[in-house]
């Protein structure tokens, strides 16, 4: 059994910060790649960030700059660092783990609002 759960959402200002947190209930070196994602309302579900097991990254061009993702692989958490938050992003960001077993899995998302 593989779980994930999303933490660190909330209600910031535009120009303001948040840290989201990822806790697997496994291994994360058991994923070739873990990512968060992000849906706003009307709108497909899309790439913010992800990384890979060795470390390489890759970003929604309209995050670049801004969001860093990073792991903690003791801790078995993904985290995505989240500086200068624009309106436009908000949305219920939802965490994503690829396993090498060919299992997606999904936490249950966490709400992210930036407004004044």
């Known amino acids: 059994q593989v779980q994930l759960v999303e933490s660190g959402g909330g209600l910031v200002q535009p120009g303001g910060s948040l840290r989201l947190s990822c806790a697997v209930s496994?291994?994360?070196?058991?994923?070739?790649?873990m990512g968060w994602y992000r849906q706003a309302p009307g709108k497909q579900r899309e790439l913010v960030a992800a990384?890979?097991?060795?470390?390489?990254?890759n970003y929604a061009d309209s995050v670049k700059g801004r969001f860093t993702i990073s792991k903690d692989n003791h801790k078995n958490t993904v985290y995505l660092q989240m500086n200068s938050l624009k309106p436009e992003d908000t949305a219920v960001y939802y965490c994503?783990?690829?396993?090498?077993?060919?299992?997606?899995?999904w936490g249950q998302g966490t709400q992210v609002t930036v407004s004044s």
């Open positions: 994503r783990a690829d396993s090498f077993e060919s299992i997606e899995y």
């Open positions: 496994r291994t994360i070196f058991s994923f070739y790649a």
């Open positions: 990384i890979t097991t060795g470390g390489r990254t």
